[in-house]
């Protein structure tokens, strides 16, 4: 596991040597979003019955930010790796598939929770209540870190130059999460749009993470979980293909 442990660890330093970019202004692009959209709808919209607009953007906004840092995070480094040709001395150890996965997989979580720990401390103060349900929470900031955190290792070993990634991030990560119920109910949508809701996962792990603040939310959290850790155990598996036969890395 020496391997691993020096990977992991790795990672873990590259994101934070630069914490002032990749920790501290995705949580001030969090805050603006609460005062920009709590300060426009806090009046006119309730999304739950009992809970202000104003707690009810905080658990999206936290996990939002928690998905799209861990994706960031693996994709980021595996992209900056094969370009600048470094990915040899990753593949030159003995390195299991599995320990190159966890290593990654592990570093984005850490990068997700400590980014979404920070969203949390700045935004809690707007009226967020106690938690009515920690493990769920804990469950689904976990999960949804994972689950991004495995699409951004796959995306990392497709993409062969920064272009290819940031279109993949601009047209599938940012549609995903932005329409995913972080600013709104989607009980409140069209029939139409409701059901399309339902096919996007990252509504099950913003749903299943508010679930644990409120108590409430649009599904089933048990539905939620079993969308979320399903959808984790596919990319994992897919994640570890791509790994175990050198795809863009050894060819």
């Known amino acids: 596991m020496h391997g691993f442990m020096t990977l992991f660890k790795k990672e873990i330093l590259r994101f934070w040597k630069v914490a002032f970019q ?29 809970v202000s607009y104003t707690a009810f953007l905080i658990p999206g906004l936290v996990m939002m930010s928690m998905a799209q840092n861990a994706f960031a995070n693996s ?49 809690a103060w707007f ?61 409140s949508l069209p029939p139409l749009w409701k059901t399309v809701s339902h096919l996007n996962p990252v509504f099950y792990m913003i749903d299943g993470f508010r679930y644990g603040f409120f108590g409430q939310g649009d599904v089933s959290p048990w539905l939620s979980l079993a969308v979320v850790g399903g959808s984790f155990a596919a990319l994992a598996s897919w994640s570890l293909y791509l790994i175990g036969s050198g795809y863009k890395l050894r060819q």
């Not at 593949?91 to 929770?113: D, H, K, N, Q, W």
């Not at 290792?153 to 932005?178: C, E, R, S």
């Open 75 to 123: 994709s980021s480094s595996l992209i900056q790796s094969k370009i600048t040709g470094n990915i040899v001395f990753l593949l030159l150890p003995p390195l299991t598939a599995l320990e190159f996965f966890g290593a990654y997989l592990l570093a984005a979580i850490v990068r997700g929770l400590v980014v979404g720990a920070g969203v949390l401390a700045v935004t």
């Open 127 to 187: 009226g967020l209540p106690l938690p009515s349900h920690p493990l769920w929470i804990l469950a689904f900031a976990a999960l949804g870190c994972g689950v991004l955190g495995t699409l951004g290792i796959v995306a990392g070993i497709w993409a062969d130059k920064f272009d290819q990634l940031a279109a993949f991030q601009n047209f599938i990560i940012m549609p995903l999460t932005f329409l995913s119920g972080v600013f709104y109910s989607i009980n």
């Open 22 to 50: 990749t920790v501290m202004a995705p949580v001030l692009t969090a805050l603006l979003y609460q005062l920009i959209f709590s300060h426009v709808l806090s009046q006119h919209v309730e999304a739950y019955p009992g």
